[in-house]
């Protein structure tokens, strides 16, 4: 018999889905080799915000962890026990740990599929919830954690993060003006009127987004 209580199924799209099938028994066996207790980790990222509004494809898959992990341990030269790097690169993977970040990036397909690791403290650190992703009970960042998140890099005019954060003003404002207010009325001016003079380079128009306004402000 099933779990009763088990959360709710969170659907990812179907190439990050087939990605995180490949890679999830190396990611969690790695993760516990670093402790006694497993690091914990939450999946974030644009991935989730596709699974939540069926709005786009996704094909990376973004963990964030705890700033104290010690993911450098995971390195081969390491004395790594898990074989995490090793394992990775036998999937056809490449990795490459950022120390000065405390980031794993590992590309799969040329670049066309992801795999990120990074330790850091989220910006709003409240709201991720349990759910049921590919059959097993998984933490999943808050809608308005990864939109601050995407905020945060604002100045990259990554397309698909303008995209999401205007999709976002339909598909969830409340979280949107909860990522919003966790970042400057400064910031969120100039990010507003960055993105609008700049729409035709990143082919969204900025103005007709739910988030952005005649007078460039996000607030």
């Known amino acids: 018999m099933g779990a ?3 959360p709710p199924e969170l659907r990812l799209p179907a190439a990050a889905a087939e990605l995180w099938a490949m890679v999830r028994d190396v990611v969690d066996d790695g993760l516990a080799s670093l402790a006694k207790e497993p690091a914990r980790y939450r999946i974030g990222g ?3 915000l ?3 509004w069926q709005h786009r494809e996704s094909f990376d898959i973004d963990l964030t962890l705890d700033r104290e992990t010690t993911l450098g341990r995971l390195q081969a030269d390491q004395g790594d026990p898990s074989q995490f790097e090793t394992r990775l690169k036998a999937l056809g993977g490449t990795p490459v740990y950022h120390p000065d ?3 794993w990036r590992v590309a799969f397909d040329g670049g ?6 990074w330790a850091h403290e989220l910006e ?5 919830e349990e759910r049921t992703v590919q059959g097993r009970v998984q933490t999943v960042l808050s809608t308005a954690q990864i939109l601050r998140g995407k905020l945060g890099r604002a100045d990259m005019r990554l397309p698909r ?4 954060v205007i999709k976002a003003g339909s598909k969830a404002p409340t979280a949107l003006e909860s990522a919003v207010n966790a970042i400057s009325a400064k910031s969120a001016d100039l990010l507003a009127l960055d993105w609008h003079w700049n729409s035709p380079i990143l082919q969204v128009d900025t103005p007709a987004g739910c988030c952005f306004h005649c007078d460039h402000s996000l607030r």
Request: charged share 35%; no cysteine; net charge negative.
């Open 46 to 48: 644009g991935t989730i």
């Open 101 to 103: 970040l405390k980031l």
């Open 161 to 164: 993060d303008v995209f999401d």
């Open 50 to 52: 596709a699974a939540r």
């Open 112 to 117: 066309k599929r992801g795999l990120d690791l």
């Open 4 to 6: 009763v209580n088990e």
């Open 124 to 128: 709003i650190g409240a709201g991720e």
